[in-house]
């Protein structure tokens, strides 16, 4: 170990009493350090100090990082984040005639996808049906309601949209959509709203006019569809609707992970999340003990229902331009690319079964990875210590680079200052709370890794005891495991092994195999069918697997 100290004392020798050293400017007039206050202070950056058991901010960038993208809302099905959105010019919307050869004049439902809306087109073998295809002529001004929020099922997907329109939860309207139309687009009225984004087995909107924004391409009679229609929980006897869902589901995974749905253009400027904890205290206790599955608006009390809709006023009457002008999906999505295929790989490391022989190579292999994280934050005055105990203890030697990896994302943004809507504000301190607690990790392992020597830039003399790194490993493991847990990212959520050519990653997804939809929400099943069950909670819990998409099907 003492060969290891010095190796990384020449290393760092001539700025070893410099806490740390910063880059030059590029403008003169440019700050010495991107740091001010708490941030300055390299005492606050503790590798021990994890996150509070109520924090939200990693729940927050979760949600931001998700909006429009089918896997991730249709694996925590109750929304938190209701988002402002424009529907660009040129757009194709697609309606299937329930009714016939009428086209829609006032409220009604879109999809941005044909195979979706086609399953809405009522007719006989002798009629045909009708389809219709719009365009859009202006920019249309819509409301984005995230999670699985056109799901009809009493467990929560509809809370945030109960709010907007009726300042309440309505549990018995849960399938009164008729009334929900109305009531959602005579409150967005006063705003402006074209329309209400939502998600079920695909992307649809809610239209407020037809008459307005958007004009006519085609309505086509076409051959039937041929597929059952009533209850669409109630598993399809016949192959021919069985193969229409499975290809809905196929289109539908073209939009799962980033970027999504891009036919719709959000405005993260104007978000508004229900894990923000300034805005909606009301929740924080009401979410103590529960896995994210179960968190919901429900329960919000009438204060903060008054604060969200003010927070919603304030960001659509508001130009439908970013103050600030920074894209935040990119913020967030290079976080997130970052990091998350070298987490997953340092757990998949991890979790291998080694003899004695083979841990210190393995370790070392662990380290390189852990080094090429910290490689951009390694400043140069940063380095092990000699003789203090405590820091040897603490790694607190290390607060440098752990301070540099946390706030890499965030520091020039903070440069913005009050040029930051309330909404922009929340979202960096998401990417500062998410970032800081995967730098603490990945940077105490990287520390602990030096002390123990098994960095293979700084060899020791001889080898580590093998019960010491037996220790430093399980330590590891430990620490990524909790960390990828307190992510939670969908990114991470897919099939193990991946599926056959043949086959397709799916999700459980509503209405397929679900309870039935209206009181008393009992669960409708037929044991003989292809559908999940319900009674075993699968759509409760969706867990990814492997369905065949060809004939004989299987979910």
């Not at 992970?257 to 924080?284: C, H, K, N, Q, W």
């Not at 830039?457 to 093998?466: C, K």
Request: one cysteine or more; a negative charge; aromatic letters at 10%.
């Amino acid at each position: 170990m003492l060969s290891t100290r010095k190796a990384v004392a020449v290393w760092l020798l001539l700025a070893f009493k410099q806490v740390l050293t910063v880059q030059t400017p590029l403008s003169s007039h440019a700050p010495l350090s991107f740091y001010t206050g708490i941030e300055d202070d390299l005492e606050q950056w503790d590798l021990g100090e994890a996150p509070a058991a109520n924090a939200t901010g990693h729940l927050v960038f979760e949600t931001a990082n998700s909006l429009l993208q089918h896997w991730p809302n249709t694996r925590y099905r109750n929304g938190h984040t209701i988002v402002p959105g424009t529907i660009p010019v040129g757009t194709l919307l697609y309606h299937g005639s329930i009714t016939g050869p009428h086209l829609p004049t006032a409220l009604d439902w879109v999809s941005v996808e044909p195979d979706h809306s086609i399953g809405f087109s009522h007719g006989s073998i002798e009629t045909g049906c009708w389809h219709l295809t719009l365009k859009v002529t202006q920019p249309m001004k819509v409301l984005y309601f995230d999670g699985s929020s056109a799901t009809k099922i009493p467990e929560g997907t509809m809370d945030t949209q109960d709010l907007v329109a009726w300042s309440g939860m309505k549990p018995e309207w849960v399938r009164n959509e008729k009334q929900r139309i109305m009531d959602l687009c005579k409150w967005g009225q006063k705003y402006g709203i074209n329309g209400f984004v939502r998600m079920e087995m695909n992307f649809e909107v809610m239209i407020c006019d037809f008459t307005s924004h958007m004009e006519v391409v085609s309505f086509l009679n076409l051959e039937s569809i041929r597929i059952s229609f009533g209850l669409p929980t109630i598993p399809p006897k016949d192959i021919h609707t069985v193969h229409y869902y499975v290809e809905l589901m196929h289109s539908t995974s073209r939009r799962e992970m980033y970027p999504g749905e891009t036919r719709i253009m959000l405005d993260f400027s104007g978000l508004v999340s229900f894990y923000d904890t300034a805005l909606v205290p009301s929740l924080v206790p009401r979410r103590v003990g529960l896995e994210r599955w179960d968190h919901r608006g429900g329960g919000i009390s009438s204060e903060d229902i008054e604060r969200v809709q003010d927070r919603l006023a304030q960001a659509l009457v508001r130009p439908p331009v970013p103050t600030s002008g920074i894209d935040w999906k990119t913020v967030l999505r290079m976080v997130v690319d970052r990091y998350a295929s070298r987490l997953e790989m340092m757990q998949h490391l991890l979790n291998m079964t080694l003899d004695d022989g083979s841990l210190f190579g393995h370790a070392q292999r662990v380290q390189r990875r852990l080094r090429t994280v910290v490689l951009p934050y390694t400043v140069f005055a940063a380095l092990p210590p000699h003789t203090s105990v405590v820091a040897n203890v603490t790694n607190s030697w290390a607060a440098p680079v752990f301070r540099e990896c946390a706030t890499l994302h965030t520091a020039s943004i903070v440069a913005h200052g009050t040029t930051l809507t309330p909404s922009e504000r929340l979202l960096v301190q998401a990417v500062r709370e998410t970032t800081r607690e995967i730098c603490r990790v990945v940077t105490k392992m990287w520390a602990s890794g030096m002390m123990t020597g098994v960095d293979p830039l700084y060899p020791p003399e001889q080898h580590p005891e093998a019960d010491h790194i037996r220790t430093l490993l399980g330590e590891w493991k430990e620490d990524v495991t909790q960390l990828i847990s307190w992510l939670d990212w969908s990114v991470w959520v897919k099939c193990r092994p991946a599926c056959d050519f043949e086959e397709m990653c799916y999700l459980p997804t509503w209405p397929f195999g679900f309870p039935v939809d209206e009181p008393p929400f009992q669960a409708q099943w037929d044991y003989a069918s292809l559908w999940p069950d319900p009674k075993k909670g699968e759509w409760k819990r969706p867990q990814p697997k492997c369905i065949k998409r060809l004939e004989p099907y299987n979910f």
